[in-house]
């Protein structure tokens, strides 16, 4: 994408991306001059996703667009943070054909009309691939009150909010692998980031985080950097009806692989047990299901127990990169 075929691209479709935002100077600069809301702090959140390792090669270009906006978002609501807008650096791989960068762009736009947000600028260039695509979100919320994975305290509650395991059936249904469900395939290719909620945790909640890499590898990132042991029971972990139909057909490897399995990108969190009450009339207001699923307690690490109170062994947790 070198030469006016690269500035044309910018022109025509990714400037009308930046919705007017004055930040983003109509994309004729070299970056964006951005002013937070006085007495705010920046929230900036940047993730790389690569073809074959984040989204299948197969993913049709809009829903590659709406996961990279819809997971990154995530990371602002894990934060508390309201959006502002977002950068995008895109290495194409030469051989990609046009009609697959603007379906990519169309997706962009139907995640910023989902949440009023604008491209504010980034960079794009061509390589050998895979498709890499960084997107950077900025955000802003009142000084001095981030949601942070550090703070859990022994006693607390441990909670999650919507469904675990959807997204990773979903992708399975993407693969082929298992016949098709409207409501999981669109769990993996669409997830919602918990805005709403992540503003609203800000004071009730202790320690937060969206959930990635796994519930329980993401438990074990809460427990290391608050310094304390999270136990999960395996019979509150909330599942949809469609995976719970799913469970039923499996062994414990089934449980297992739900729990690890990632992309959820609900919000794990923890509080005092003395927020219970305002943590219900909080899901009632949002409509968005909170399940208190375990506590904070003296030690290290994250456990899954079954009703019997036995350990479940769930290995790494969920994905790593290396």
């Known amino acids: ?47 790389m996703l690569v073809g074959g390792v984040h989204f299948l090669d197969t993913d049709p270009p809009e829903v590659v667009a709406e996961r990279c906006v819809r997971s990154n978002l995530s990371d602002l609501a894990a934060m508390g943070a309201e959006p502002l807008g977002y950068l995008s650096s895109i290495a194409w791989p030469r051989n990609l054909a046009q009609a697959w960068r603007e379906g990519f762009v169309d997706g962009l736009a139907s995640a910023q009309q989902a949440f009023a947000l604008s491209l504010l600028g980034g960079d794009t260039t061509a390589g050998p691939g895979p498709l890499t695509i960084s997107l950077t979100m900025l955000g802003q919320l009142p000084a001095g009150t ?3 994975r550090r703070g859990a305290r022994p006693g607390d509650d441990v909670w999650v909010s919507g469904s675990i395991g959807d ?44 959930i990635s890499d796994g519930l329980m590898a993401d438990a074990g990132h809460i427990a290391q950097v608050s310094g304390v042991r ?12 469609p995976a719970r139909a799913w469970l039923a057909g499996q062994g414990p490897d089934g449980l297992v692989s739900l729990v690890c399995g ?61």
């Open 262 to 322: 990632g992309d959820d990108y609900e919000l794990l969190f923890c509080a005092a047990p003395a927020q219970r009450e305002e943590l219900a009339a909080l899901a009632a207001r949002l409509d968005v299901p909170l399940t208190r699923i375990g506590a904070a307690a003296e030690g290290q690490g994250a456990v899954l127990r079954d009703a019997a109170g036995a350990v479940i062994e769930t290995g790494a947790g969920g994905f790593t990169h290396f």
């Open 146 to 148: 981030a949601l942070l």
């Open 230 to 241: 999270l136990e999960l029971q395996a019979a509150r972990v909330p599942f949809s009806p």
């Open 1 to 47: 994408m070198a030469g006016e075929g690269e500035f044309d691209f910018i022109r025509t479709r990714l400037a009308p991306l930046t919705r007017g935002h004055p930040a983003a100077l109509d994309l004729a600069d070299d970056a964006a001059v951005l002013t937070p809301a006085p007495g705010c702090q920046l929230v900036v959140a940047s993730d």
């Open 167 to 210: 997204a990773r059936l979903g992708l399975e249904i993407a693969r082929g692998a298992m016949p098709a469900d409207p409501f999981l395939l669109e769990r993996y290719r669409r997830p919602s980031p918990r805005l709403a909620l992540g503003q609203a945790l800000r004071g009730p909640a202790t320690a937060c985080l969206d």
